[in-house]
């Protein structure tokens, strides 16, 4: 039994090769996309509107107010990225339902490249909000000793975002594969049942901790224009005169 899509070589010549890792990241990836354009062609604001429109409307407004509960900001400019990372994580994990289909999130090539994506994505986010400088500051606060725990902890916290993804989804696929040789029938059956639900949860943990990390990375720029519309709007706020004692 292949335990990760990567042992699973559909061709290769000499050091080239495609694997089932490469092959169903395309097809998922074709199916998002073109999913997304044929639902979004013909896109209407009239009173009644096309089921795959209002579907699609629920889910990005679904993962809009989770983008915005978690971070407390404008979730706009995070929903490109985390509803990427969510739909893509996601439609890998239910498509193993289908036979013959291998989920990429099974290999750690792929989970790793999702983590790396989050790494990089973090201070980016973070350098558009404070700057190179505020951003950087975060690495030497409380005090510049802590630099060297701070770079070890983005470090960390990457590495366990690609374990974390790719140990429940290789899991799940072996201990399926077990039970199958053993009880080829129902048992099979409740795990992939379980699968759905631990694939979904899977990629909902793996879109929040991404935004967890870069709301951290933002937060400083949102306290700062907090605190500065409540000074402006202390100093606007007209003063009560003292009335006079009638006595």
């Avoid at 985390?82 to 290999?107: D, H, K, M, Q, R």
């Amino acid at each position: 039994m292949n335990i990760t899509p990567d042992q699973t070589v559909y061709w290769q010549w000499e050091w080239l090769h495609i694997n089932a890792t490469i092959v169903f990241t395309w097809v998922v990836m074709i199916l998002l996309v073109g999913g997304s354009w044929l639902i979004t062609r013909k896109l209407t604001i009239e009173a009644e509107i096309p089921r795959w429109q209002n579907m699609l409307e629920v889910v990005v407004t679904t993962i809009n107010d989770q983008i915005r509960d978690v971070s407390g900001q404008d979730a706009s400019r995070f929903l490109p990225f985390i509803g990427t990372l969510f739909l893509y994580i996601l439609t890998s994990n239910l498509l193993e339902l289908i036979p013959g289909f291998v989920a990429p999130t099974g290999s750690l090539s792929t989970t790793t490249a999702l983590a790396i994506s989050v790494f990089v994505a973090v201070p980016l986010f973070g350098i558009a909000s404070d700057g190179i400088g505020g951003y950087l500051k975060q690495y030497v606060q409380p005090t510049f000793l802590m630099l060297p725990f701070n770079i070890i902890g983005e470090l960390t916290r990457t590495i366990s975002l690609a374990v974390r993804l790719y140990g429940n989804i290789m899991s799940g696929t072996v201990i399926v594969g077990i039970l199958l040789s053993l009880t080829p029938f129902f048992f099979p059956l409740v795990m992939q049942l379980l699968g759905l639900i631990t694939g979904t949860v899977q990629a909902y943990i793996f879109a929040m901790l991404a935004m967890v990390y870069i709301a951290s990375a933002t937060a400083a720029h949102e306290k700062a224009k907090t605190n500065e519309s409540n000074e402006s709007a202390s100093k606007d706020k007209p003063e009560s005169k003292p009335k006079p004692n009638p006595n």
